[in-house]
């Protein structure tokens, strides 16, 4: 089955950039999309065809994907940032729809 | 504005089937370029993708479910719901229904996201 990795923590201080690694099997021929999920809450797309934005959310949340590996990227982070996030990519082979295991990000 | 809402028991016997239904107020379930999934959370874990459902009833699940899962559209009622079949303890989580965006149009281009979110239900499985 495919996998995608992703750190399990992240810590970035108020202000700074935060990156965000996903990493999978030649994932820089498939698209990512990414999500934020804060405590309690239900998961809001940030980032989908590798790296548009939906409507509202944020400039500082950009994307890329090459290779093996997709980067969330987080510009001048703010406290409310803090949350969890998820990668998303589609294995071919199988046909489904898998997510990342997940970063924990923190602004110390 | 897209609402999505999700109904059903909280409290599943092992072994009997989670039945739950999803209810889409604010746009039409049988709009194109959208599906319509499930997507669970087990307690302090990771997403699962369970499966989407096209308004025509065009189905894709997680091969690890397909053989338990079932999802169906009901167009005259907006819904659309998900059944599992057999379920343990492993199957206790937050189970969220969503809508998909296809933004190439085409499925199996595999770049559709999940842009609108139900506020998820809690089922537990337990005796």
């Known amino acids: 089955s495919y996998e995608l990795t992703q750190p399990p923590s992240v810590s970035v201080s108020p202000g700074q950039t935060a990156s965000i690694t996903c990493s999978g099997d030649?994932?820089?021929?498939?698209?990512a999309c990414w999500y934020q999920q804060k405590p309690g809450q239900s998961p809001v797309l940030v980032i989908y065809?590798?790296?548009k934005r939906p409507s509202g959310i944020p400039e500082r949340f950009s994307g890329s994907n090459s290779g093996n590996t997709a980067t969330l990227t987080i510009s001048g982070t703010q406290a409310m940032d803090e949350a969890d996030y998820y990668c998303?990519?589609?294995?071919?082979?199988?046909?489904?729809?898998?997510f990342g295991t997940g970063t924990k990000v923190t602004v110390l | 504005q897209l609402q999505l809402q999700e109904s059903g028991p909280g409290l599943v016997k092992p072994s009997e089937t989670l039945s739950l239904t999803c209810t889409v107020s604010?746009?039409?379930?049988?709009?194109?370029?959208?599906?319509w999934g499930w997507i669970r959370q087990p307690p302090g874990k990771g997403l699962e993708w369970i499966g989407s459902?096209?308004?025509?009833?065009?189905?894709y699940y997680n091969p690890s479910l397909k053989s338990r899962a079932t999802i169906i559209v009901d167009m005259a009622k907006n819904q659309f719901s998900l059944k599992l079949r057999s379920v343990t303890a492993a199957d206790t989580a937050v189970y969220y229904c969503?809508?998909?965006?296809?933004?190439?149009?085409?499925?199996?281009?595999?770049?559709?996201?999940?842009?609108?979110w139900g506020q998820g239900t809690m089922v537990t499985v337990s005796s």
């Open positions: 969503a809508r998909q965006s296809i933004y190439s149009g085409t499925y199996l281009q595999g770049d559709g996201a999940f842009d609108f």
């Open positions: 604010g746009g039409s379930i049988s709009s194109s370029s959208y599906f």
């Open positions: 459902i096209y308004y025509s009833g065009s189905t």
């Open positions: 030649k994932l820089g021929d498939k698209y």
């Open positions: 065809q590798d790296d």
């Open positions: 998303q990519a589609w294995d071919s082979r199988n046909a489904y729809y898998v």
